[in-house]
Every structure is written in C-alpha cells, then in structure tokens.
C-alpha cells in the first residue's frame, strides 16, 4: 500500500517527514479511500499519568495524518500519482478532537482517516483513533489548499 510520506519530496514536518530527525516519522498508508496510520507512543509520551498518552501528541500525529490524507486524496482527485507533477499541498485550518477515552501508553495508536467532503479550496478530513477495541479519540479537520511555494525551504 502507498506510504503517503514516501511520496512526498521536500517535507520538513515535525510530525510527517521522513527526514526531520526530531520529528514523529508517522506513516500514512492510503488505499484510495481510506489511509492507516499506526503510532508506537514512548514512555516519555505521557500524559500526567504515566499509564496514558499525552493529548497533544495525539493531536499533533490526528494532525499529519489527516492532511496527508487530503493530500493524497487530492492528487487521486486530479488523477495523479502522489509527489508528480505540480506539488499540491493543504495545512491545517481548524482541527476539532473529541478526547472520548484515555489512550493508553502501551499503544499502538492506530488512526483512519478519510475525506469526507472535498471542494476546490478545502477538504473535510474525519479521522478516528483507536487503541485496541476503544475509540479514544475522533477528530473532524478542515485542510486547505495552499500554494506548493509554501513547501519551499
Ligand atoms: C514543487 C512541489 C512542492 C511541494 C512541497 C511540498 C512540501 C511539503 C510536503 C508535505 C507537507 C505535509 C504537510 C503536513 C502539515 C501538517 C499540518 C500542519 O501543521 S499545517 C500548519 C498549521 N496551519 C497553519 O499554519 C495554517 C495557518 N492559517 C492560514 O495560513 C490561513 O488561515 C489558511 C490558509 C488556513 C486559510 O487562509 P484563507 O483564510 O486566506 O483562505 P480562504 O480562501 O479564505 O479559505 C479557503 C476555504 O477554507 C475555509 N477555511 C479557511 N480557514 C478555515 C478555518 N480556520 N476553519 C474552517 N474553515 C476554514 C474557508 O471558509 C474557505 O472555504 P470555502 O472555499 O469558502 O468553502
């Protein structure tokens, strides 16, 4: 399956480059419709409790993988392979998350997003997040095109 990042040239993301060495390195595997992502948390990635993950790291990986999943979802949209031709590129403009159970810290995190709703200048993401069986998160994402030139360095 498609690692979206994988496709992808030119991406610094704390959270989705492959590259940034202090970054989160999350993989988004896209199927066309809907795109996996599964997230190991460390010890240090605690919330208060050292038994569950800190809410803003589940934020930050709900994050990359939502807008990867817009990315992907638009270039399949133009009929292109991910990464060819003209750079398409959407940043996050409003990120809903409704924290439904504590996620434990043993993990994994295991995320599906998909587009819900996909227009000219924006996509509506829906991305749930899981450990196990229990629903601990889902998150609503409103990702905007912006010029590729934002990717530049
Ligand atoms: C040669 C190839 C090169 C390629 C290079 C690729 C390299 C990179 C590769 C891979 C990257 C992977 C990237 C992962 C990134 C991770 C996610 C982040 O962390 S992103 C950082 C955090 N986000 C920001 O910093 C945004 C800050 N905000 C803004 O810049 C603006 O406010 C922006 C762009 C979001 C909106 O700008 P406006 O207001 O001018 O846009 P208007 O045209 O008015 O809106 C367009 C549509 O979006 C809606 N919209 C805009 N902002 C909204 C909001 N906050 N909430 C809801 N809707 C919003 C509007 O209602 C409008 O919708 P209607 O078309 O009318 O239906």
Redesign the pocket.
Do not use: E
């Given at each position: 399956m498609t690692i979206i990042?994988h496709q992808?040239?030119?991406?610094?993301?704390f959270?989705?480059?492959p590259d940034n060495p202090h970054g989160h390195h999350i993989e988004s595997r896209w199927d066309g419709q809907v795109a996996t992502c599964t997230f190991q948390p460390q010890t240090w990635h605690c919330a208060g409790s050292p038994n569950f993950v800190y809410g803003g790291l589940i934020a930050s990986v709900i994050?990359?993988h939502s807008?990867?999943t817009a990315?992907a979802e638009a270039y399949q949209r133009e009929g292109r392979a991910i990464g060819t031709g003209?750079?398409?590129?959407?940043?996050?403009?409003?990120l809903d998350i409704r924290y439904l159970a504590a996620a434990p810290i043993a993990g994994p995190l295991v995320l599906a997003a998909r587009v819900t709703e996909a227009?000219?200048?924006?996509s509506l993401v829906s991305c749930d997040l899981h450990v196990g069986e229990t629903l601990c998160a889902q998150a609503e994402v409103?990702a905007?095109?912006?010029p590729?030139?934002?990717?530049?360095a």
């Open positions: 990042q992808m040239s030119g991406n610094h993301c959270g989705c480059s994050d990359c807008i990867c990315i003209d750079g398409i590129l959407y940043v996050t403009g409003h227009g000219a200048r924006k409103v905007v095109k912006v590729a030139s934002w990717g530049d």
